[in-house]
């Protein structure tokens, strides 16, 4: 069985402030107490951690949607936004795709990976996507690599943990590729990368519309960025 180490994320935002009231003595008879001020002032504002996007249906040709884990950032393209939860930390069961340039893999077996899932949501009137959907992306802030983050292909490991490389429905693939995510809809896919503890990541996204035949209208494209930090 494999190890698996969820890592909870826990923002912790405070502020504190000492102050010293120094009051000096008197023998002199106290002041008439002056009247309460009782104007109000606004409270200070909460400082809040990322927010959840609705439940969100799952659309049509969509596998059900699942915010399980710890929400670590959510950002927007237009009326699409994105959640990205991380699911868990776990052994690398193969070496990754990518190598570094004196050809050492940059991730190999038992090497920590995490895994994340994105949760997309349309907040705005249905749009016609192609088969690539919504192309979010994930990079380390100090990663030091030009190609993309590096990841390991194993379906069987995504399984173990309720997770998909795949946003689709069993049978929903089809031709032209064109797949309608309606307003309050929402799909899901996951991912892996080398694990960075406490590491800060950028995110990226690209939502190209299609038309009727599946082709991208790449005049209508729009994209979002995010950023927070790997646990």
């Known amino acids: 069985m494999q190890k698996i180490r969820s890592r909870t994320l826990a923002t912790v935002l405070g502020v504190t402030v000492g102050i010293t009231l120094l009051a000096g003595c008197s023998a002199a008879p106290a002041p008439t107490p002056a009247k309460p001020d009782t104007s109000s002032s606004p409270a200070p504002e909460e400082s809040k951690a990322p927010a959840a996007a609705s439940d969100g249906t799952p659309a049509e040709w969509a596998k059900p949607v699942s915010t399980d884990g710890d929400l670590i950032t959510n950002f927007t393209a237009g009326d699409i936004s994105i959640d990205v939860y991380q699911i868990a930390v776990t052994q690398a069961t193969k070496t990754g795709n990518f190598a570094d340039p004196n050809g050492k893999p940059i991730i190999s077996v038992g090497d920590d990976i995490v895994f994340i899932n994105y949760v997309v949501t349309n907040n705005g009137d249905a749009v016609d996507l192609g088969a690539s959907l919504a192309n979010v992306s994930a990079r380390y802030a100090d990663w030091p690599y ?76 729009i994209e979002g960025e995010g950023n927070g930090v790997i646990k």
């Open 146 to 221: 030009l190609q993309g983050m590096d990841a390991i292909t194993d379906s069987a490991l995504y399984e173990s943990m309720g997770l998909s490389t795949s946003a689709f429905a069993t049978g929903k693939i089809h031709d032209p590729s064109v797949y309608t995510l309606g307003k309050g809809e929402s799909y899901n896919m996951a991912a892996n990368f080398r694990y960075q503890k406490d590491s800060p990541i950028d995110f990226t996204v690209t939502v190209t519309p299609v038309d009727s035949s599946g082709d991208l209208l790449h005049d209508k494209k």
